[in-house]
Each structure stands twice: as structure tokens, then as C-alpha cells.
Nanobody, 123 residues
Framework: VQLQASGGGLVQPGGSLRLSCTGSAMTLDSYAINWFRQAPGKEREGISCISSTTDMTYYANSVKGRFTISRDNAKNTVHLQMNSLKPGDTAVYYC?????????????????WGQGTQVTVSS
């Protein structure tokens, strides 16, 4: 089981990037998928989430109106479309998948982190 984030790069202020979070040996539509980011010297920040059953979405105030999270179930991928990028968006971006599963021993959280992808916004 593996979660992989991709799509980062260098972009000028005002530009756009689309990040992808892809699952291997796991079906992403059964997980809530979160995007976090961590800038140098700062704590990891949760910026967006899409729920597993209703596809409800959440955005941090810092990205609301500029970023859009969506699922492509045919490709087992969750995208984060990032528009109007600012230098303050520079960070390593991570995707995180989690769900609660019912086992013989009770309810358990099953979660996975993808490796980070670097986003740099600079002129």
C-alpha cells in the first residue's frame, strides 16, 4: 500500500499548479484525503480535505477561493488545483489518507502519508 504525491514545481506568483495524490494497492474513494503543507521553519498545516462518502470539502482560510480539491476515481487520484499562487504558498505538500475500519477487535484508524512534493512560488 502506497500513497504518492506529485505535481510540484517552480511557478511564478499568480501562476497555477495541479498536485496529484495517487494510491497503489488502495482505493482512494474509501478514504478521506487531506492535503497538508510545511514551509521551512513552520509547522505542518492542514489546507484541504475531501470526505470519503459525500465528497464534502474543506479549505483553510489561507487557500480558500484559490485551491480546489477533487477526486478522479477512474484514476484513483485526488487532485489539488492551486491557482493564484503566492510566495507564501511555498512549501512541501503532502497528501494523507485515513479511514475508520471495523475489525474483530473493534474500530481502528487506517492511515497513510504520501511523500512530499515541493512547491516553490517565486519570480
Amino acid at each position: 500500500v502506497q500513497l504518492q504525491a506529485s505535481g510540484g514545481g517552480l511557478v511564478q506568483p499568480g501562476g497555477s499548479l495541479r498536485l496529484s495524490c495517487t494510491g497503489s494497492a488502495m482505493t482512494l474513494d474509501s478514504y478521506a484525503i487531506n492535503w497538508f503543507r510545511q514551509a521551512p521553519g513552520k509547522e505542518r498545516e492542514g489546507i484541504s480535505c475531501i470526505s470519503s462518502t459525500t465528497d464534502m470539502t474543506y479549505y483553510a482560510n489561507s487557500v480558500k477561493g484559490r485551491f480546489t480539491i477533487s477526486r478522479d476515481n477512474a484514476k484513483n487520484t485526488v487532485h489539488l488545483q492551486m491557482n493564484s499562487l503566492k510566495p507564501g504558498d511555498t512549501a512541501v505538500y503532502y497528501c494523507y489518507a485515513d479511514r475508520i475500519i471495523d475489525t474483530d477487535s473493534g474500530w481502528h484508524r487506517e492511515d497513510y502519508w504520501g511523500q512530499g512534493t515541493q512547491v516553490t512560488v517565486s519570480s
